[in-house]
């Protein structure tokens, strides 16, 4: 679902307030409308606008004083473009107002549409800023942390592994709980690796049906199969002279480790339906959050396999046991999610904190971060409290030391307050309740029904 460009309309004319803010929400904008100028600046401490429409002459605060105010106090990645109204014997006002960072003025009397044109303009404007100013922060980050975000000694020590690794061609095995973060890992090393400017493949072992994957790993020859109709690269072709990252090694069929295992060895493939072979030059990186050695040990994945790809092992450790990293990472997820969703969070109280502490994230730093976005977006205010912090649909609370009976009630209660929150803030619309919190719509149902929850 597409956020709306959101505008505080300011005039303390109504008879002009009201036809601008009708003209402009049916543009599709989320307009925000006041006539009083002090409002108009509670209302920009409150939330974040991409625009400002002000009138100069308001009898509480100027419009150029208003707008003194806002590049003085907000933070410019806050700031919303500001567009000035005047009449003509304050153009000077208006002028004024554009050296102080307004983008543009009109001058009374004008026609709504050089209005709907201006802000259209103002919008555009604000979020190519933002776009660019996002991409900049991500890009420092990586460059700093690739973009694994975490001070903990082990965290820490996989960086400075990967920041070796990266330098050669060597296989590497990445293992690790879902979601701490190997594809990050992975990308980490092809981007600071010689062939980073060649391309990264990636490849989810788990997601593809095994009577497709060995077409998709290696490809095709017209008339390979029913339905070939031509020729197809495979994975291994396309990412010739970069970087190729297996996902889920663990649950390839021993027919294709068996194929993978001479690409590692003899560096070439054979097409489904070829007749000669092609040689590759690739690094592989492969991952896996199962226990390989177990599976190698069960029979199940290739001994001679598991020593090709263990040549640099690197071992993701779960959230769990790198807790001194929950704090960075929850101010790192809610800098993140305030941005993305256009919230202004100030700040985290201490016992959310605590309870995001306590919780043992057996979906590690993806949950954290999906957790951190569902309390970003269903806040009531700048301030993130202990009531904010729902992890539905998991067996237990994110607290601990408490009789069964009050966690059970704890669960429930704050299951209950999630699917409401999620309900008012997706308008009644249960799809884009169930996405705001993570779930199924089957599930969402669930919930509804278990709670009798009026939709």
């Known amino acids: 679902m597409t956020s709306r460009a959101s505008i505080l309309l300011a005039d303390d004319e109504e008879k002009i307030l009201i036809p ?11 307009v925000v409308a006041t006539t009083r100028g002090r409002e108009a600046r509670r209302l920009l401490n409150e939330r974040i606008f991409d625009v400002l429409v002000v009138d100069n002459l308001m009898p509480d605060l100027s419009g150029l004083d208003l707008v003194r105010d806002v590049t003085a106090s907000i933070p410019e990645a806050d700031r919303p473009q500001i567009v000035m109204m005047t009449a003509h014997a304050t153009v000077e006002s208006a002028i004024a107002a554009m050296k102080l960072g307004a983008r543009d003025y009109l001058q009374k009397p004008f026609e709504v549409d050089e209005l709907i044109v201006v802000d259209a303009h103002a919008v555009e404007h604000q979020r190519l800023r933002t776009q660019h100013r996002y991409l900049i922060s991500e890009r420092e980050e990586e460059f700093d942390h690739y973009g694994i975000v975490g001070r903990s000694r082990v965290i820490q020590d996989v960086i400075a592994k990967a920041e070796r690794v990266a330098e050669t061609k060597s296989t590497v095995l990445i293992m690790g709980e879902t979601g701490t973060g190997k594809e990050l890992l992975a990308r980490a090393i092809h981007d600071r690796s010689a062939q980073r400017n060649m391309p990264l493949i990636k490849v989810n072992c788990a997601a593809i049906p095994d009577t497709l994957l060995e077409s998709e790993l290696f490809g095709h020859v017209r008339g390979a199969f029913t339905g070939a109709a031509t020729n197809k690269k495979g994975k291994f072709a396309l990412a010739d002279g970069g970087t190729i990252f297996l996902d889920e090694i663990g649950t390839m069929s021993p027919s294709l480790q068996a194929k993978l295992l001479r690409v590692l060895q003899e560096r070439e493939f054979e097409p489904l339906g070829a007749e000669r072979s092609q040689r590759v030059d690739v ?12 599976l190698v040990e069960d029979g199940r994945f290739l001994e001679d396999l598991f020593y090709r790809l263990n040549v640099i092992p690197l071992v993701l450790p779960p959230l769990r046991e790198r807790r001194e ?6 101010e790192h997820f809610l800098r993140k ?22 919780y043992d994230w057996p979906g590690n730093v993806r949950e954290l971060e999906n957790t951190i976005e569902r309390a970003v977006v269903l806040s009531g205010g700048p301030v993130i409290e202990a009531r904010d912090i729902t992890m539905p649909g998991v067996i237990g609370p994110a607290s601990g030391g408490l009789p069964s009976q009050e966690l059970r009630a704890n669960v429930e209660w704050a299951e209950r307050q999630s699917v409401q929150q999620a309900l008012a803030r997706a308008g009644g619309v249960k799809k884009d309740a169930a996405t705001l919190l993570g779930i199924s719509q089957r599930a969402l149902s669930y919930y509804l029904a278990k709670y009798r929850v009026e939709e």
């Open 325 to 330: 990293d929950i704090p960075v990472l929850v």
């Open 337 to 358: 999610h305030a941005h993305r969703s256009g919230r202004k969070i100030e700040e985290i109280r201490e016992e959310a904190l605590a309870r995001l502490n306590a």
């Open 283 to 294: 690094r592989v990186i492969a991952a896996t959050n199962r226990d390989i050695k177990r």
């Open 20 to 30: 601008l803010r009708r003209a402009l929400e049916r543009e599709g904008y989320d």
